[in-house]
Each structure stands twice: as structure tokens, then as C-alpha cells.
């Protein structure tokens, strides 16, 4: 069984990732990585430039979280100086299987590595107030055997890729989690 160290080591970095995107996602992906800053001030970017963790993302270029995570988690890790690289989730379900969010494949998973390649922390699906978000929209879908069904869960997609393209604060609120687990890991 490979570690996640192999994994990393296999994998292609974020921007190389970013770049072969071919989904519909792919231009939103920018959109945010582009209309995103974050804070060198803030605190958290000491900690990553003296402990230098290496980042392993397991993401798709399908997935609408990843749209909005990896940008801001890219971010992170340019401003810090780290090593960010992406593996695919479905290419080797092995590496997903480890890292379960409620006992499913949830993406995207960004798992921290020390020097030695042990994984000391890891963030995702997605920032909490985000999480309540999709909550609250899928409570409002009909139930799965309603003929109107995938079509309503596609609308709902939509609308939550739009809103997280178009409404800054949904990667703020990323960002601030992000910081916030980066920090308690790295403390």
C-alpha cells in the first residue's frame, strides 16, 4: 500500500492540476483563484513558513467544492511556500478510502505532511458555514423518487457553483477555516 508521501510524490502540483482542468469548472476555478487575496499578516503564515508542511489535495475538476477550495488553499500555500500537489480521487480510491468524511469519499481532502511524510492534520469537504448551506438547500429538494428530483439537485448545484463564484464570501469563509485548523494543527 502506498503512503500518502508516495502519493505526494506522484502527484502533479496545484497549478499544473489547475492548468489540465477540463471540466466547465475549470474557468470558475480561476475566477476565484483570481478575485482571491489573502493576508500575509495573518498568523497562520508564520507557522506554515517555520514548520513547512507539504500539502497532498485529493480533489476531481468536477467536484464544486474543489472549485472554490483548492484557489483559496492554493493561495495559502503560495503566500506560505509550501509544496502543494493534487491527486485524483477516483484514479486510486485507496488514498480517499483512508481519509473518509462520514463515511464517504467527500472531496476535496487536503492532507498535511511533515518532513518525514506522516500526515499531522487535514482540512475539507468544506468550511462549516458552507456545509449549513448545502444542508439547508438539500432539505429543501423533493424526496429521490420524485420524478423532479435530479432535476431540482441540478439546479441546486448550479445555483451553489454561481454563488460561490460570485459572492466573496464564501471563500472567506474557507479561508477562515482553513486558518483556523492550520493554526490548532501547527500550534
Known amino acids: 500500500m502506498k503512503s500518502e508521501q508516495q502519493y505526494f510524490e506522484e502527484s502533479m502540483s496545484m497549478a ?10 475549470k474557468e470558475p476555478s480561476f475566477k476565484v483563484y483570481e478575485n482571491f487575496n489573502v493576508n500575509p499578516e495573518d498568523e497562520v ?7 513547512k508542511p507539504h500539502i497532498l489535495t485529493i480533489t476531481e475538476d468536477w467536484c464544486g467544492d474543489a472549485m472554490l477550495n483548492n484557489p483559496v488553499m492554493r493561495k495559502i500555500a503560495e503566500e506560505a511556500g ?6 485524483f480521487r477516483d484514479a486510486d ?13 467527500a472531496i476535496p481532502i487536503y492532507l498535511f505532511l511533515n518532513d518525514q511524510g506522516e500526515v499531522i492534520g487535514k482540512w475539507g469537504p468544506r468550511a462549516p458555514e458552507l456545509q449549513q448551506l448545502v444542508t439547508e438547500m438539500r432539505a429543501e429538494l ?10 431540482k439537485q441540478k439546479q441546486m448545484y448550479t445555483s451553489l457553483q454561481e454563488k460561490y463564484v460570485n459572492d466573496p464570501q ?18
Open 45 to 51: 503564515f508564520q507557522l506554515l513558513k517555520e514548520q
Open 82 to 87: 509550501l509544496d502543494i500537489r493534487c491527486a
Open 16 to 25: 499544473q492540476y489547475m492548468d489540465q482542468m477540463t471540466t466547465h469548472l
Open 142 to 151: 423533493p424526496e429521490k423518487d420524485d420524478p423532479s428530483f435530479d432535476e
Open 93 to 105: 480510491t485507496d488514498l480517499i478510502d483512508r481519509h473518509l468524511t462520514n463515511g464517504g469519499r
Open 170 to 187: 464564501c471563500a472567506k469563509w474557507v479561508y477562515e477555516d482553513m486558518k483556523s485548523v492550520i493554526t490548532n494543527m501547527l500550534s
